[in-house]
């Protein structure tokens, strides 16, 4: 008996070594894409962006690399577009960012940052669900206002959570977006 508990012990060491020596096996599915959304309402379609470069493309010229229409309207009666970049067309919605996060099964990074460009308005967000949230009711609840604050004139309105105070973090990373003196 008294042969056994060492024996026991010795084994024992052995396998916790062993346990605390092994490595993780890396995952092979890509990193989410969750950090940043944007959005574009025009009088008929919701644009969604999950790539900043396709956006201000978007912005600049009114068009995309790729325009997938997804044959749904959202809860506006406005038609769902996808707007991808060239490596993205044939991608899987379950892979896709912009769509995962409109269909709300993706969850934020944080920092978060979005925007939504409607009626030469831009509302800027640091929550993903204060988008979403947005989406449903039309208007942010909460806000701070920047009359002509954009980069060419627009209205910037930074969407707040209650009782939050001016989001300096957020804007200064709005201005530094367009190029905007902070």
Do not use: H
């Amino acid at each position: 008996m008294s042969f056994l508990k060492p024996v026991s012990l010795a084994c024992l060491l052995v396998a916790i070594a062993a346990c605390s020596t092994v490595k993780p096996v890396a995952s092979k599915a890509p990193a989410p894409n969750n950090e940043d959304w944007y959005q574009v309402r025009t009088a008929d379609k919701l644009y969604l962006f999950d790539d900043y470069s396709v956006f201000r493309g978007f912005l600049d010229t009114g068009k995309a690399p790729v325009l997938r229409d997804l044959g749904e309207k959202d809860s506006w009666g406005q038609s769902v577009v996808l707007a991808l970049g060239a490596g993205e067309q044939d991608k899987p919605l379950a892979q896709v960012a912009a769509y995962q996060f409109y269909r709300v099964a993706l969850p934020s990074a944080w920092p978060f940052y979005g925007e939504i460009r409607q009626d030469e308005v831009i509302y800027v967000f640091r929550r993903a669900g204060d988008m979403t949230e947005m989406n449903k009711i039309g208007e942010p609840t909460f806000r701070y206002t920047d009359i002509g604050g954009g980069p060419n004139g627009e209205r910037v309105i930074y969407v707040l959570a209650k009782e939050e105070k001016l989001p300096a973090d957020t804007i200064k990373q709005f201005k530094s977006k367009y190029g905007m003196p902070q």
